[in-house]
Nanobody
């Protein structure tokens, strides 16, 4: 399984970005997908997660501003990020699983929010 995240960039505070994560393979629709982020000097943290049946969990810090969704036909999970804040600046990673005990991670995409 390979995951490819895209959509990061530089945006002003209050702006929006949409991240995408495309997965290879045929197990996408059977698995939970998540977005995590890691700021410099900080631990990686959960941003949002969506299960195979569409149950969603958000970090308190992004509730009401971010929306996670998935499109199984395209093996893709999205993260719509609105009302961005400087504290949202981080490298964002997507993951899949666990599948048979393994969690797969993509390379991150940098999101920088200027204040």
């Amino acid at each position: 399984v390979q995951l490819q995240a895209s959509g990061g960039g530089l945006v002003q505070a209050g702006g929006s970005l949409r991240l995408s994560c495309a997965a290879s393979g045929s197990i996408f629709s059977l698995n939970a997908m998540g977005w995590y982020r890691q700021a410099p000097g900080e631990q990686r943290e959960l941003v949002a997660r969506i299960t195979s049946v569409g149950s969603i969990v958000y970090a308190d810090s992004v509730k009401g501003r971010f929306i996670i969704s998935r499109e199984n036909a395209k093996n893709t999970v999205y993260l719509q990020m609105d009302s961005l804040k400087a504290e949202d600046t981080a490298v964002y990673y997507c993951n899949l699983g666990p599948f048979r005990g393994v969690t797969y991670w993509g390379k991150g995409t940098q999101v920088t929010v200027s204040s």
